[in-house]
C-alpha cells in the first residue's frame, strides 16, 4: 500500500486553492481567521495547507521576470504575498486597524493604552499583542469585523489584481515590514500597490470602527462603574 500517493489523492482537492480565482481567496481567509477567534493560530494552521501550493506559484512568477516578463504581465497572483501585503496587514484579521482606532479614538482607559501599546508591533505585522490583550479570542465584539475586514480586502485586491489595476507579486520580502512598503517591493517597485495596501487600510478602518465604538463604551462604562464604587467606598469609610 503507497501511503505517500494515498496521503496525495486524500489531500488533492486543495490544489483547486493554489488556482488564480476569488474562491482561493476566500476560502483561505475564513480558514485563518475563524480559527483564530478560538485561540488557534491561523497561519501555522494555514501555512502547511496552502504554502505548498501558493510558493509554486511564486516561483512561476520569477521565472517568468527572468525570462523577461513584468510583475504585470507574470501568471500568477495567488501567493503568500497576495495575503501578506493586502489582506493580513498588521496581522491576521487585518488587525491594525483595530490598533489604530483604540490608540487615536478611544475613549476608555483600558483601550486607549492597550491600542498605544499595539500599534507599534501591528505597524511591523506583529499582533499576537493585539489578539490577547483585547482580548479578540473569544470576543464576540470583534468576530465579525475579524473576518469582515480581511475578506472585504482580499476582494477589493483581487477585483483589482484581475483589472490590471496593479502589478501581481513577483518578489519574497521580509513580513515585518510596513505595509505599503512591503507591497511596494513585492510587487517589483509597483507604486499603485503601496496605495492599495493604504486604501485597503482605510476600508478596514471603517469596518472596525463601528465595531471598536460599542466595545469602547462598553469598557468605558466598566471604569466609570467601578470610579463610582471606588467613591462609595471610600466615603463610607470615612464616614465610619
Keep these: 500500500f503507497d501511503v505517500h500517493a494515498f496521503l496525495q489523492w486524500v489531500f488533492s482537492p486543495l490544489a483547486y486553492f493554489g488556482r488564480d480565482n ?32 501558493w510558493y509554486p506559484n511564486l516561483n512561476d512568477n520569477l521565472a517568468a521576470i527572468s525570462k523577461g516578463a513584468t510583475a504585470a504581465t507574470v501568471p500568477h497572483f495567488m501567493t503568500e504575498q497576495f495575503f501578506q501585503w493586502f489582506v493580513y496587514i498588521g496581522g491576521a484579521g487585518a488587525t491594525l486597524s483595530l490598533c489604530i482606532l483604540l490608540a487615536f479614538f478611544s475613549k476608555s482607559a483600558y483601550g486607549k493604552t492597550i491600542g498605544r501599546v499595539t500599534i507599534i508591533p501591528g505597524i511591523f505585522n506583529i499582533n499576537e499583542p493585539v489578539i490577547f490583550g483585547v482580548p479578540i479570542v473569544m470576543n464576540p465584539y470583534f468576530a465579525i469585523p475579524f473576518v469582515l475586514a480581511p475578506l472585504t480586502m482580499g476582494i477589493i485586491t483581487w477585483a483589482a489584481t484581475v483589472l490590471h489595476l496593479v502589478s501581481r507579486t513577483v518578489a ?25 495596501n493604504i486604501v485597503c487600510i482605510i476600508i478596514s ?36
Design 172 to 196: 519574497l520580502v521580509p513580513w515585518t515590514l510596513p505595509g505599503p512598503i512591503g507591497a511596494y517591493m513585492a510587487t517589483g517597485g509597483d507604486w499603485k500597490a503601496a496605495v492599495l
Design 205 to 240: 478602518v471603517a469596518i472596525y470602527y463601528p465595531f471598536v465604538k460599542i466595545y469602547d463604551k462598553k469598557l468605558l462604562d466598566e471604569e466609570q462603574g467601578e470610579a463610582l464604587a471606588d467613591t462609595l467606598v471610600g466615603s463610607g469609610s470615612k464616614n465610619l
Design 22 to 53: 476569488l474562491l482561493s481567496v476566500i476560502v483561505p481567509i475564513l480558514l485563518t481567521d475563524i480559527v483564530w477567534l478560538f485561540g488557534i493560530h491561523g497561519a501555522a494552521l494555514a501555512a502547511p495547507i496552502f504554502w505548498p501550493l
